[in-house]
């Protein structure tokens, strides 16, 4: 299964040309036990209980990223389609747990996670029950179309039923954080100016900040009036606890398809994995050691890792490098995928499942690329 990651923040996947078995990891565990150097293999595992017992060890990289069938496969995708932000080809059939795999067989810890939409792992065996059941089968092929978009009058008439959001935090410029305090003075403010207090979750929701949704960390004395959000929850909403939101009449918020009930199939499934594995309990204890460890490293390199932002916050945590492009290209080379936001931020947004033995990993290759 061939697909393409971009760079600048932005991801897409590519129309799958084979099915995805969870049997098409063992290429990568013979590879990885191939290739696994003594120095590597040193990384502490601290005693954990791995998520994924058959995950790769360590990541491969056996060519430049990308290689000769990613730039070739890149060349052909060229003539329907605009290629000058892709960076690599992933092959989600060899991708597993934490690891993307791409079409020139390296294999790169993933701590990007297409922008924090994978929740629990690549392939996760879970998910894969939940993909092949009847029920399923059942909401793809008869997803009910219960509506139509009226799109000769949407935005016609931008009145007082245009509602303005809050992004929890702005992600696409530079991943900028604030504090508590400032969320609590804002919802004062949307009190006592009557407006609707809105929480953008997209990327933040579903545990990633060691909570299930960001703004618990808050302490608000009123919750949101809404919530959005996406990514690890593989589909798109939004909920609300105010009956006044709710509309007067039907078909007030209307469009083809009212929603996806094969997402929300999925959606069940990650929810049940994250409570059987108690997820946003690893991801908030992960996020602590990973912060201490990026603390330690802005000391010894303080013009690599700067205005370091995230603790607390589980695995959500970003910091600024004024060479930020060359860091996450040299990273690629030693075999973990980093993502960026804005002109130098870098941003972490691993899975649920990334572990200390993972953070471990991250730093190991970080400090190398330092030292460079």
Request: net charge positive.
């Amino acid at each position: 299964m061939a697909s393409f990651l971009r760079t600048a923040g932005r991801v897409r996947t590519a129309v799958p040309h084979c099915s995805v078995g969870i049997t098409s990891r063992a290429p990568i565990v013979a590879r990885q036990r191939r290739h696994a150097s003594a120095a590597a293999a040193a990384v502490a595992d601290n005693g954990e209980q791995p998520f994924f017992p058959d995950e790769p060890r360590l990541p491969i990289v056996n060519t430049e990223i990308p290689g000769p069938n990613s730039r070739r496969e890149i060349k052909r995708l060229s003539k329907v389609f605009d290629t000058r932000s892709l960076n690599m080809m992933a092959d989600y059939s060899q991708s597993y747990g934490n690891y993307i795999a791409d079409l020139d067989g390296n294999v790169l810890l993933d701590v990007y996670a297409q922008i924090a939409s994978i929740p629990v792992g690549y392939n996760n065996p879970s998910l894969l029950l939940a993909a092949t059941s009847p029920e399923m089968a059942s909401a793809i092929i008869n997803r009910p179309a219960l509506g139509k978009l009226p799109a000769a009058r949407l935005g016609r008439d931008p009145r007082n039923w245009c509602l303005n959001r809050r992004p929890q935090r702005p992600q696409s410029s530079g991943d900028n954080h604030a504090t508590p305090t400032f969320f609590r003075g804002l919802r004062q403010l949307t009190k006592k100016h009557d407006v609707m207090f809105i929480v953008d979750e997209v990327q933040t929701g579903v545990g990633a900040t060691g909570k299930f949704w960001a703004h618990e960390h808050w302490g608000l004395d009123t919750p949101p009036d809404m919530v959005t959000f996406s990514k690890k929850a593989q589909t798109a909403g939004y909920y609300f606890g105010n009956d006044a939101l709710r509309p007067n009449k039907p078909y007030r918020q209307f469009n083809t398809w009212m929603g996806d009930p094969a997402r929300a199939i999925l959606f069940r499934s990650i929810i049940q994995e994250i409570e059987r594995l108690d997820l946003v309990a690893n991801t908030a204890a992960t996020g602590d050691y990973l912060f201490a460890g990026l603390e330690r490293l802005s000391e010894r390199f303080p013009g690599e890792i700067m205005n370091l932002r995230g603790k607390g916050q589980g695995t959500f945590i970003a910091f600024d490098s004024g060479r930020r492009d060359e860091v996450l290209r040299k990273a690629k080379g030693k075999g973990v995928n980093i993502g960026g936001s804005g002109e130098r931020a870098v941003r972490l947004r691993p899975m649920l499942i990334f572990q200390r033995r993972h953070a471990d990993l991250l730093l190991e290759r970080l400090e190398r690329v330092f030292l460079e």
